[in-house]
Each structure stands twice: as C-alpha cells, then as structure tokens.
C-alpha cells in the first residue's frame, strides 16, 4: 500500500511541464503545395492591370512565291491583324488580416503574431493564386484550351499513346504536361503494365517522371470529379508563343511581383489591418501552345503476376 501511494504522490508530467521549457513550432499549414505551375511558367510585367494580345488573321493569305528563274510577276501581300484583339485584365486574389494589438503586444515571443499571420495568409493566397490560374472560367488554362486542342483517352487510364496524342497537339517545343498526382501514378501503372516505366528528371532539387522527355507536374488544383482528371500538356514563353503569366508591377507595398502588403492602420478597437493582394492572370499566346487530355480515368488498377507484388 506504501508503494501504491508513493507512486500516486510522485511528481507527474502535468505538473512537471508547468515549469520546463519547450520547443515550439512555426504554425504548420498543411494546405501548402510546391506550385510547380507558378515556377515554370513565365512572368511578364503588364501596364495598367491590361495586357492585350494582337494576332495575325488569316496567315493562310499571306502570298509568297519561289521565284523562278525569269521575269515572272511576284505576289504582293501584307500581314493583315486581328480586328478585335483579346485584352487580358489582372484578377486580383485578396483578403484583410486583423489582428488585435494586445495579442501582437503580448504573444508574440518567440514567434512574431503579425509576421506569422501575413506568412500564412500569402501562402493561402499563393495557393489560390495557381488555382484561379488553371480553373479561372474566364483566364484558367482549363478554360482557355481551343476545341480543336482537346483529345480523349483510348481506354479511359492514361496511357503512353494518349500522352503521346498530346504531344501531337502540341509539338512545338512543349514544355511540360500538368495534371493531379493521381494521374500521374495512373499513368505510371499503365506505363509499367506494359513495361516501360517512365525515366525521371530533377527540377528544382525534385524528381519527376517523364514521358518522352517531357516532365509530368504535379498539381492538387486540376480538378477531379467522379474518378475522373485532366492532363493539360503546355508550351510556355513569349518567345514561343506559349503560356505566360501576368503581374502588375511597381505596387505599393510591394513583397514579390504582383504581391502587395499594406497596413490600412489600427481601428477604435486595437484591431490592426492589413490588405493582402496578389494581382495576376494569364495568356495563351497562340492556340497550339496549349492542349488537354479530358476524361482521365485515376481509379483503375491491374492485376500482376506473384512475382511482381
């Protein structure tokens, strides 16, 4: 009984932790991706918030000729434009952080209150950011993929020939397909079935599978539906006519290109105000810069011999 009661009244942990020190995280936000999108594409500064996009009409009019040997009349021509060129506006992604003073003035040993908090926001904002620039019904890669650019899965699992009928969509110095992990493990299952597994590249001090030298990027924000994703194979670059990004530069409280932190000042109530905003949009240069695989089927398994489990 001594030995039961001496065990009750031993100093437990408790009351131990109430004077031992700890070690504390940083707030941990497990909604944070890589964006692979946001480091591949490229960014292009656009003035007043408006980018506007001239092409060529009509190329097939444009006349020239291999001249002959004798005095035969050349063509005349011109590049004619399009009449209505498309303008690109910048969508801003934005939020208002409050915090109260007394917890900035109190709690904010060892990790800064204010400082944590806007950490946090941007990266949410981030987050948003590269899924307005693949599902946005009005700018979104999704949405901006031409009729004749969309192709369909012979069997429904992405296979080596549906990836390679992208490639023949875009065949002018494609840059990378994108699409949600789960297809991109779909295709490695078809990929091994048949007994060429995909070779891997580092990017970024990470590794990814490709298919014909070009990698596959992963992105949680291609949407999924009914077992169901989407491949979307890219060009990118001015220079190629591809995909590019936008941002506003020169803003006020300007953090990185197109992202802006201001303090909006301290209200009656000691709530201080921070307007968090990320101005962005995207293009797509010309239409055979961009195309997709729909209807991708992430569910489907096979059956291996023993020796393969």
Same mark, same amino acid.
């Given at each position: 009984?001594?030995?039961?009661?001496? #065990?009750?009244?031993?100093?437990?942990?408790?009351?131990?932790?109430? /004077?031992?020190?700890?070690?504390?995280?940083?707030?941990? /936000?497990?909604?944070?991706?890589?964006?692979? $999108?946001?480091?591949?594409?490229?960014?292009?500064?656009?003035? @007043?918030?408006?980018?506007? /996009?001239?092409?060529? %009409?009509?190329?097939? #009019?444009?006349?020239? @000729?291999? @001249? %002959?040997?004798?005095?035969?009349?050349?063509?005349?021509?011109?590049?004619?434009?399009?009449?209505?060129?498309?303008?690109?506006?910048?969508?801003?992604?934005?939020?208002?952080?409050?915090?109260?003073?007394?917890?900035?003035?109190?709690?904010?040993?060892?990790? #800064?209150?204010?400082?944590?908090?806007?950490?946090?926001?941007?990266?949410?904002?981030?987050?948003?950011?590269?899924?307005?620039?693949?599902?946005?019904?009005?700018?979104?890669?999704?949405?901006?993929?031409?009729?004749?650019?969309?192709?369909?899965?012979?069997?429904? @699992?992405?296979?080596?020939? #549906?990836?390679?009928? $992208?490639?023949?969509?875009?065949?002018?110095?494609?840059?990378?397909?994108?699409?949600?992990?789960?297809?991109?493990?779909?295709?490695?299952?078809?990929?091994?079935?048949?007994?060429?597994?995909?070779?891997?590249?580092?990017?970024?001090?990470?590794?990814?599978?490709?298919?014909?030298?070009?990698?596959?990027?992963?992105?949680? %924000?291609?949407?999924?539906?009914?077992?169901?994703?989407?491949?979307? /194979? $890219?060009?990118?670059?001015? %220079?190629?006519?591809?995909?590019?990004?936008?941002?506003?530069?020169?803003?006020?409280?300007?953090?990185?290109?197109?992202?802006?932190?201001?303090?909006?000042?301290?209200?009656?109530?000691?709530?201080?105000?921070?307007?968090?905003?990320?101005?962005?949009?995207?293009?797509?240069?010309?239409?055979?810069?961009?195309?997709? $695989?729909?209807?991708?089927?992430?569910?489907?398994?096979?059956?291996?011999?023993?020796?393969?489990?």
């Amino acid at each position: 009984m001594a030995d039961n009661k001496a #065990d009750h009244l031993a100093l437990g942990d408790n009351a131990a932790r109430q /004077l031992a020190n700890t070690t504390k995280t940083a707030p941990q /936000l497990s909604t944070i991706s890589p964006r692979w $999108l946001v480091h591949l594409l490229q960014w292009l500064p656009v003035e @007043a918030g408006i980018y506007r /996009l001239n092409q060529v %009409k009509n190329p097939e #009019d444009v006349l020239v @000729a291999c @001249a %002959k040997r004798d005095e035969s009349d050349l063509p005349t021509t011109f590049v004619d434009y399009e009449d209505q060129p498309r303008e690109y506006f910048l969508n801003a992604v934005a939020t208002i952080l409050d915090v109260h003073t007394r917890v900035s003035d109190l709690y904010s040993s060892p990790y #800064d209150q204010i400082k944590e908090q806007l950490r946090l926001t941007i990266e949410i904002i981030k987050e948003k950011q590269e899924s307005e620039l693949i599902n946005n019904p009005d700018y979104g890669l999704l949405a901006s993929v031409a009729e004749e650019q969309r192709v369909f899965p012979l069997t429904g @699992a992405p296979t080596p020939d #549906d990836l390679d009928e $992208l490639l023949t969509k875009v065949w002018k110095e494609p840059a990378f397909f994108l699409t949600h992990p789960a297809a991109i493990a779909a295709f490695g299952r078809e990929c091994t079935r048949r007994g060429v597994p995909p070779p891997t590249v580092s990017l970024f001090g990470a590794q990814f599978l490709t298919w014909r030298g070009i990698p596959l990027i992963p992105s949680d %924000k291609v949407p999924v539906a009914d077992g169901k994703t989407k491949i979307i /194979l $890219l060009r990118v670059g001015d %220079k190629r006519q591809g995909v590019v990004g936008l941002f506003q530069p020169g803003l006020p409280g300007e953090q990185s290109p197109g992202l802006s932190v201001r303090f909006m000042g301290i209200s009656r109530n000691a709530i201080a105000s921070y307007l968090i905003s990320l101005y962005c949009s995207l293009a797509v240069l010309t239409p055979d810069a961009l195309a997709v $695989l729909e209807d991708v089927e992430i569910g489907k398994y096979h059956d291996y011999p023993d020796t393969y489990k």
